[in-house]
């Protein structure tokens, strides 16, 4: 199924370009409007050469002034092999059409709500033929019904013409042309640009971010080496002011030799307090020394992980062989 944005602004062009496997491009006189265009040819140029196959409006009274206004685009400079004229059904629309199709021309007949309509319209070889779904359904019509009989007609005789989902107002939509078969669709980008999202192709991708992130980043890439260790003779009082800082739940404690003396923890203030313990008058130095767990620095994340669960610890020592470096926190591993 051709895919077609549906657009005249030049953002959700250049957007949707970028992509690189569109058809092509729609446009409307009513889009020109609401985007406030006021030279039409000039941003016709202009979007055309952001897209494959540009469909743009040829309007006139006649199958004579349609088909004027079609080779006055092509002489201001559009392609004629990468451009398809959208002509509303009419009478005169399906002469011009046929007129044009005659010589080489593309054409799409559009502004469908009619199967009779539509077999007008393939009658008159139109290359596209574009029944408006939302519109329909928001007058209360089976615009889904309309879609699908003007399908099976196509294949039932055998006609060339392909039938263009347009007036597309939500994902659902897009759903719908693919069940029904049609053989393009126009969609506006704010459709178009959710087309891939999935709540739970999401939670996937980043699990495997994060896996891939355990496997291939190491503990010195994340350690914290700044507002991580304070001296022995601070108080339970500063190292809980430096814990705050730091945004960590342990600072290291340093003895007067700059060497690790234990690792003091969040879980170590709550036994002094439960101890009745005064956390401004109680130095690091009054508590017992303890070999804290550490890991080297060319540890994988992964292997961290795995530690944490294990020892059942929320921080560790990083050391570059036996020098102390800083602390991981078990969050950065998750």
Not at 25 to 40: A, H, I, N, S, Y
Not at 240 to 247: D, V, Y
């Amino acid at each position: 199924m051709e895919l077609y944005l549906d657009s005249v602004n030049l953002e959700e062009i250049k957007a949707a370009h970028k992509l690189g496997y569109l058809t092509g491009l729609t446009t409307t006189p009513t889009f020109m409007v609401r985007e406030g265009v006021k030279d039409v040819d000039q941003q016709i140029l202009e979007i055309a050469k952001y897209t494959d196959i540009l469909q743009v409006e040829a309007l006139g009274d006649s199958a004579e002034e349609i088909i004027t206004e079609a080779k006055r685009m092509v002489k201001m400079g559009l392609d004629k092999d990468k451009t398809v004229f959208k002509i509303p059904i009419s009478l005169e629309g399906t002469r011009a059409c046929k007129l044009l199709v005659n010589e080489g021309f593309q054409v799409n007949l559009h502004l469908v709500y009619t199967l009779q309509q539509a077999y007008m319209a393939f009658a008159a070889g139109a290359t596209y033929v574009c029944p408006l779904v939302g519109r329909l359904q928001d007058q209360g019509h089976d615009a889904l019904g309309l879609v699908e009989q003007c399908v099976e007609t196509v294949e039932k005789y055998g006609y060339q013409s392909k039938i263009m989902f347009s007036s597309v107002r939500h994902m659902e939509h897009v759903k719908n042309a693919l069940n029904i078969g049609v053989h393009t669709i126009t969609v506006p980008w704010k459709v178009m640009k959710n087309l891939t999202d999935n709540h739970f192709t999401a939670i996937g991708t980043e699990q495997f971010v994060q896996d891939t992130k355990l496997l291939t980043q190491k503990v010195g890439d994340v350690v914290r080496t700044e507002n991580v260790s304070i001296s022995a003779d601070a108080t339970v009082y500063d190292a809980l002011l430096l814990m705050t800082k730091s945004k960590l739940g342990a600072v290291a404690v340093m003895n007067q030799a700059e060497e690790l003396q234990r690792v003091f923890t969040d879980g170590d203030l709550r036994r002094l307090l439960n101890q009745g313990a005064d956390i401004h008058q109680t130095k690091l130095s009054s508590l017992e020394a303890q070999e804290p767990l550490s890991i080297d620095l060319n540890a994988t994340l992964f292997d961290a992980q795995k530690l944490f669960s294990a020892k059942q610890v929320d921080t560790l020592v990083a050391k570059d062989g036996v020098r102390f470096v800083g602390l991981i926190d078990v969050q950065q591993t998750i």
